[in-house]
């Protein structure tokens, strides 16, 4: 996934797994993260950001849409050593808890998409840990 800051209107939170021509992320991981409902993006950027995930490894880009949408909402794209992709995963049950309840963040990482949010942030984050280990 090729990172574009600022490209796209809609609200997701991405990180991306290619280097996408970043200088100096060889090595680096990544991760994509969805936020719902729209209107969120930018305060999960800033979560990540206090959660010590360098900003210049948050990137904004377009979502990808699934089979039958006929779109998507943008992502936030953080490419990093595995630092800050752990960093930007373990911020979510803070972030979630302090927003309304309806939030939720879909989070992609190799390949594999799981949805959080304040009701099952408990059972999921094992998993999420557990997929960074892969």
């Known amino acids: 996934m090729t990172a574009i800051p600022g490209a796209g209107t809609g609200t997701g939170i991405g990180i991306g797994r290619g280097c996408g021509g970043i200088m100096g992320t060889e090595g680096a991981?990544?991760?994509?993260?969805?936020?719902?409902?729209?209107?969120e993006l930018g305060s999960l950027r800033k979560w990540l950001v206090l959660a010590g995930v360098p900003e210049g490894e948050i990137r904004r880009t377009p979502g990808t849409p699934g089979p039958g949408e006929q779109g998507a909402f943008d992502v936030l794209s953080v490419l990093a050593a595995s630092?800050?992709?752990?960093a930007a995963i373990k911020i979510l049950p803070q972030y979630?808890?302090?927003k309304r309840s309806d939030v939720s963040v879909t989070v992609e990482v190799g390949g594999k998409k799981l949805?959080?949010?304040a009701r099952n942030v408990e059972e999921v984050m094992p998993i999420l840990e557990r997929l960074l280990d892969d």
Do not use: I
């Open 96 to 98: 979630l808890r302090a």
């Open 115 to 117: 949805t959080v949010d």
């Open 29 to 39: 991981r990544g991760v994509e993260l969805a936020v719902h409902p729209g209107g």
């Open 83 to 86: 630092t800050g992709v752990v």
